[in-house]
C-alpha cells in the first residue's frame, strides 16, 4: 500500500497491511504502472503513439482488498473490484482506429506459492471462501504482484479482433455466394 491509503503498489508487501481490516483502493492512469498498461491497450491503434492516445483514453482499477490468516491457508489476501478504461485499437476489417470500452470484475484470492502443490491448491484455479469464489493467483516472499493480476485480468477480456462494423459490406469484395462449377 501507498502512503495515500487509496493507492495500490504494482508489487503489495503483505507485512505493510493490517490482517482483517478492509481498505478501499481506486488508481488510475496517474499511477505510472497502471499508465504503463493503458498504453499498451493503446498499442494496436497506429494512427498516433500509444502516449499520444492517453489523453483520449482512461483506465480506472477500484475495489478493495483485506488480509486474512487461516490454519489451512496461513497469510492470503483477498481483492475485489472492477477495472473500467476506454481505449483506442484498430479494426481489423478496415484498419481505421476505433475506441473499446473494458468493464472486468474481479475476485482474487492471493495464497502463498509454497501451498501451489499442496491437496489444498493443486490444480485449481479457483477456491471457495468468505462465502463466495475467488480465483487464486500465488504470491512469492510476502509480496503480491497486483499488477501482474490486473494485466492479466486485463488481456484475458481485451478483444483481439475488434470490428468496427461486423455488418458492413467492404467496398471491392464480391459477398455473392460462389456458383458451382
Not at 508489487?11 to 497491511?17: C, E, G, H
Not at 483514453?57 to 490454519?71: D, M, Q, R, Y
Not at 469464489?133 to 497486483?146: A, M, S, V
Amino acid at each position: 500500500m501507498q502512503k495515500n491509503e487509496n493507492k495500490v503498489d504494482a508489487q503489495i508487501n503483505l507485512i505493510k497491511i493490517v490482517a482483517n481490516t478492509t481498505f478501499e483502493f481506486e488508481i488510475d492512469q496517474n499511477t505510472d504502472w497502471v499508465k504503463d498498461i493503458l498504453k499498451e491497450m493503446n498499442e494496436n491503434a497506429t494512427e498516433k503513439t500509444p502516449d499520444a492516445y492517453l489523453a483520449e483514453t482512461n483506465l480506472v482499477i477500484f475495489g478493495e482488498i483485506e488480509k486474512k490468516n487461516k490454519p489451512d491457508m496461513n497469510e492470503y489476501l483477498l481483492a475485489k473490484g472492477h477495472i473500467e478504461a476506454d481505449y483506442v485499437t484498430e479494426c481489423v476489417r478496415t484498419l481505421k482506429p476505433m475506441k473499446m470500452q473494458l468493464n472486468v470484475p474481479f475476485k482474487i484470492c492471493f495464497v502463498d506459492e509454497t501451498l501451489a502443490t499442496t491437496e489444498l491448491f493443486a490444480n485449481l484455479d479457483e477456491t471457495w471462501i468468505e462465502n463466495d469464489t475467488y480465483e487464486i493467483y500465488f504470491y512469492n516472499k510476502r509480496t503480491i504482484d497486483f499488477q501482474e493480476m490486473i494485466h492479466e485480468q486485463i488481456y484475458l477480456n481485451y478483444n483481439q479482433y475488434p470490428v468496427l462494423d461486423a455488418d458492413a459490406k467492404l467496398l471491392g469484395v464480391d459477398w455473392r455466394s460462389p456458383t458451382k462449377a
